[in-house]
């Protein structure tokens, strides 16, 4: 590369491979002195070689510098390969603040507004179906109970087992100060029923069940299974969601109520070795505090989070754009919204029932 | 007589113990435009990739560019890679990224193009297949045929000296088919690729072909110019041109 008499020389090959270096002395160059771009030394020219002539004109665009003596076929590689459209610096509509903000909580309104669509089809599909099982796949809730409830026993024993032996041995030592050592079963079966035993199912329940449903609905959508049903004149929530949102319906209380009896077996072994109570006394304790209203408000509450469960994972399921990469994306999506809503709802249950 | 650029010698290529090309010799030729042809099934797509090594062939010898490819270590391999451009079957996008970030994918691989270039090359690469609007989408917002042109692209990122399209007009409307011919011959006559294609459309062979083989049964049955098929005496070959298809 050679600058003599405002004429900017390119020697040799100009490739994809010999053009970094040619941008690197190029840089070096006094710009205003180039006023033509002599290409009479050319051997080979290729696409890269193309938009590295193009953006040096960019660089030097005051001046629009020509391109001079380029042999035939050069040029001809040349025309192949210049951008027809002059390159529009990319001016964006910039919207303003206003109507950014705006235009989100349209965005925002409408996906509440589907969600909601979307829970009424479901809830509505399911009442018709327990009378009226046409257009659901047969036999489907009952695999769906054993893939969501029956499943999910052995993890949600486990945790709970834990959870109970953890709540017991943190607050043991505590009321062993006090000589309260009874009161280990009122912490237990309290917090089993009102709060761990729902909450913890219904996590499990969302990161097991809710990522599969959001996940298989996504998947035959990006199939186009969802748009054959269509063609079929199935109703795809019916088919697809309503056997789930049945089968859920059934087995979260089950489950919730295995998760508060093992919870509360985790703090009886605490309560037996450590803090020396008996067996009868613990349940007898047990029996004594729990009211009627906090096991109902705890199975309703769960049934209420598997609903969430299910609505967020269809939902989701059904916004699926893309291919297999979007299935992924709107699953991850669909687990942390339920998590996050089973949180807030469980907050807001907890101020109008206990407060 | 011409030296041919790709040289393959007595390819076998199996899978598992089915033979699916039996000692196969072709030869490709410089800034010619040759048509690979035979029934679904016969071996096409075989040949090509045991050509580039995607397939590992089992025995016969493969020269690229004067060089024996077979025994070739990995990394002298992918220097000849960069000179050779394939459209695949299936376009074989990368479904996870943009239209343009599949155009700059071997880009960004193969050399050390600062990002600006990069764009230039993307954006003339995608108005040749007059896709250029659909940049900054993604490959599942394409139709089939789309794909296979923005594929094209991709194949011509870094103006191979060699092309090899498998089937690319498949699927595409006689509009685009034939614009893609356009194309196709411009990329040889202007920028004097040498262009593989494996194609059935007869109307295609004639706008394009400067040298056809057939394959069938494992075998190559017939090389040579588009005249000498025409008055080929290989029943294959023959009927191809009397059906205008393999029935
Ligand atoms: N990955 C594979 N494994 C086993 N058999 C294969 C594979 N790919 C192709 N074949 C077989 O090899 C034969 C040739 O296939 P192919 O080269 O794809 O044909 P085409 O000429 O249609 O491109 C076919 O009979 C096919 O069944
Ligand atoms: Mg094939």
């Given at each position: 590369m050679q600058l003599l008499e405002k004429k900017l020389f390119l020697k040799g090959r100009l490739d994809k491979f010999t053009v970094p270096e040619k941008l690197k002395a190029f840089q070096k160059l006094p710009r205003k002195e180039i006023h033509y771009i002599d290409?009479?030394?050319?051997?080979m020219i290729d696409s890269a070689g193309v938009a590295f002539l193009e953006s040096i004109r960019d660089a030097l665009s005051e001046h629009d510098p020509r391109i001079i003596n380029a042999r035939a076929d050069i040029k001809k590689t040349i025309k192949i390969f210049t951008s027809k459209k002059v390159i529009n610096r990319v001016s964006m509509v910039r919207e303003n603040l206003f109507e950014n903000l705006g235009s989100a909580f349209l965005l925002w309104w409408k996906s509440v507004v589907d969600s909601f669509k979307l829970s009424a089809d479901i809830v509505f599909w399911s009442i018709v179906g327990i009378f009226d099982r046409k257009g659901q796949r047969k036999g489907s809730v009952i695999v769906q109970s054993l893939l969501i409830g029956v499943d999910a026993v052995g993890i949600v024993s486990l945790l709970s087992l834990v959870l109970g032996l953890i709540l017991a041995l943190q607050s043991a030592a505590q009321l062993r100060q006090f000589g309260a050592n009874i009161f280990v079963a009122d912490l237990i079966a309290i917090s089993m029923v009102r709060e761990m035993g729902p909450m913890m199912t219904a996590i499990i329940v969302a990161g097991r069940s809710g990522s599969a449903i959001a996940s298989e609905i996504a998947t035959m959508k990006v199939t186009e299974e969802i748009d054959a049903l269509k063609m079929m004149a199935i109703d795809p929530v019916r088919y697809v969601v309503v056997p789930k949102f049945q089968a859920i319906t059934i087995c979260m209380p089950l489950l919730v109520t295995v998760s508060i009896f093992v919870g509360i077996i985790g703090g009886l072994i605490v309560a037996v070795?450590?803090?020396?109570?008996s067996v009868v006394s613990y349940f007898t304790e047990i029996f004594a505090i729990l009211t009627f209203k906090d096991v109902f408000i705890g199975l309703m509450k769960s049934v209420f989070f598997a609903w969430v469960i299910v609505i967020i994972a269809s939902y989701y399921g059904f916004r699926v754009k893309g291919g297999s990469e979007g299935v992924g994306r709107v699953t991850t999506l669909s687990v942390v919204a339920s998590i996050f809503w089973v949180i807030v709802l469980d907050a807001i249950n907890s101020l109008i029932f206990y407060f | 007589m011409k030296k041919a650029i790709i040289s393959v010698r007595n390819l076998v290529a199996k899978f598992g113990n089915t033979i699916?090309?039996?000692?196969i010799s072709v030869d490709i030729y410089p800034r010619e435009i040759t048509v690979i042809l035979g029934r679904s099934g016969c071996g096409k797509t075989t040949l090509i990739k045991n050509i580039l090594k995607l397939y590992q062939p089992h025995s016969g010898s493969v020269k690229i560019f004067d060089e024996d490819i077979i025994g070739m270590e990995d990394q002298d391999f992918i220097t000849i890679l960069k000179r050779i451009g394939m459209l695949f079957q299936n376009g074989a996008l990368l479904n996870s990224v943009s239209i343009s970030d599949n155009i700059a994918i071997p880009l960004e691989q193969h050399t050390d193009l600062p990002r600006d270039i990069i764009d230039k090359i993307i954006r003339v690469k995608l108005e040749l297949v007059n896709?250029?609007?659909?940049?900054?989408?993604?490959?599942?917002?394409?139709s089939g045929g789309m794909k296979k042109r923005v594929a094209l692209a991709r194949a011509i990122a870094l103006d191979p000296e060699i092309l090899i399209c498998d089937e690319p007009s498949a699927g595409l409307d006689p509009l685009t088919s034939s614009s893609l011919d356009e194309l196709i011959l411009k990329l040889k006559d202007l920028l004097k690729m040498t262009i593989v294609i494996v194609t059935h459309e007869l109307a295609s062979i004639h706008r394009i072909a400067d040298r056809l083989i057939f394959l069938d049964k494992n075998r190559v049955v017939f090389t040579g110019s588009l005249e000498e098929a025409k008055a080929s005496s290989v029943s294959e070959v023959k009927t191809f041109f009397k059906a205008g298809r393999f029935e």
């Open positions: 290409l009479s030394q050319i051997e070795t450590y803090l020396d109570l | 699916v090309l039996d000692k896709l250029d609007h659909a940049m900054n989408m993604t490959p599942s917002e394409l």
